[in-house]
Nanobody
Framework: QVQLVESGPGLVTSSQTLSLACTVS??????????WIWIRQSPGRDKEWMGA???????WYNPSLKDRITISGDKYKNQFTLSLRSVTPEDTAVYYC??????????????WGPGTQVTVSA
């Protein structure tokens, strides 16, 4: 049974770095064919694909976030992380991590964590 859980601070101040971790159980993040994804949804907006890291360590990022985003993996902790720099209140959202054979998706076709609310204060 694959489970993913997001963790990190719920409040971040503007201009700081938003850092979240996704802890995975039931599957190794090095499993062939697996992609590990960050998705977010702000109030009143559609879900936004942020980026992903593949099982071999390759990363892909949404061009709209490219200048600010880093996704990393740690196979020994079986965890992957999101760093989003220079945040503003526009980055306030529920952040989800997910596992899928697709790289770019906002659909619940794979496994998703429950999400975590992050609020960026002005």
């Amino acid at each position: 049974q694959v489970q993913l859980v997001e963790s990190g601070p719920g409040l971040v101040t503007s201009s700081q770095t938003l850092s979240l971790a996704c802890t995975v159980s039931g599957a190794a993040i090095t499993t062939e064919g697996s992609n590990w994804i960050w998705i977010r949804q702000s109030p009143g907006r559609d879900k936004e694909w942020m980026g992903a890291i593949g099982y071999s360590g390759t990363t892909w990022y949404n061009p709209s976030l490219k200048d600010r985003i880093t996704i990393s993996g740690d196979k020994y902790k079986n965890q992957f992380t999101l760093s989003l720099r220079s945040v503003t209140p526009e980055d306030t959202a529920v952040y989800y991590c997910a596992k899928d054979r697709l790289i770019v998706t906002t659909q619940r076709s794979g496994y998703w964590g429950p999400g975590t609310q992050v609020t960026v204060s002005a």
